[in-house]
């Protein structure tokens, strides 16, 4: 059973076009979650945690938000630069981390 | 910034060899990772090690898959008898303190090819 699913798979945006990324979980006792972003042939790059519902952190074009069952990543008027794939990661009781299959991102000039 | 450093980059090796793969974690972190992703698909854990013992490890790491902090800089992954199944990417991670406190800071991966 997968505890990370992320939607959708792949996502093409115009730049300047908003949208939304989403994470959702099933782990018991969400310790955290975190977002990172992955370029390819690159390890994944850590963006913001977020630990309880109802956070909010921001980062330049990205707000990640987080609800008892999942998180989202809005990223709003993306550039080409952002292009990339978002990995959704939590961590559970037992500090183990359980990672999402991610959203590639391609943001179109 | 300090960061996890991993060696070689690119590792191709025929099937049956072994391959040590190496990182060096961001030096006052306590807790080390490794991880694979198999291409286009999701980042697996592998292997946790803290205070010199492998603290948890998947259905993955079975016996011809081995970790070792030799020094205290230098964490290794060694697989022993290498399957075409094992081409991969292998990232190690590392983080300074109990997980939830602190995100896993990733090094750039290892693409192991197994011919």
């Known amino acids: 059973e997968d505890q990370v699913t992320q939607s959708p798979e792949a996502l093409r945006l115009q730049e300047g076009e908003s949208s939304s990324l989403n994470c959702s979980y099933t782990?018991?006792?969400?310790?955290?979650l975190f977002w990172y972003r992955q370029d390819p042939g690159k390890g994944p790059e850590f963006l913001f945690t977020?630990?309880?519902a109802g956070e909010e952190k921001e980062k330049e074009r990205l707000k990640a938000t987080l609800t008892k069952k999942e998180s989202f990543l809005h990223i709003t008027a993306p550039k080409p630069e952002d292009s990339a794939t978002y990995l959704c990661?939590?961590?559970?009781?037992?500090?183990?981390?359980?990672f999402g299959s991610g959203t590639k991102l391609n943001v179109k000039p | 910034e300090p960061e996890v450093t991993q060696t070689p980059s690119h590792q191709v090796t025929q099937m049956g060899q072994e391959v040590i793969l190496r990182c060096v974690p961001i030096?006052?972190?306590?807790?080390f990772y490794w991880y694979r992703q198999i291409l286009g698909q999701k980042v697996e854990f592998l292997v946790s090690?803290?205070?010199?013992?492998?603290?948890?490890k998947s259905e993955i790491f079975d016996d011809q898959f081995s970790v070792e902090r030799p020094d205290g800089s230098n964490f290794t992954l060694k697989i022993r008898s290498t399957k075409l199944e094992d081409s991969a990417m292998y990232f190690c991670a590392s983080v300074a303190e109990s997980s939830y406190n602190s995100p896993l800071h990733f090094g750039n991966g290892t693409r192991l090819t197994v011919t």
């Open positions: 090690f803290y205070n010199n013992e492998i603290s948890e």
């Open positions: 030096s006052n972190h306590l807790y």
């Open positions: 977020l630990y309880s």
């Open positions: 990661a939590v961590v559970d009781n037992f500090n183990k981390f359980y």
């Open positions: 782990v018991s006792g969400l310790r955290g």
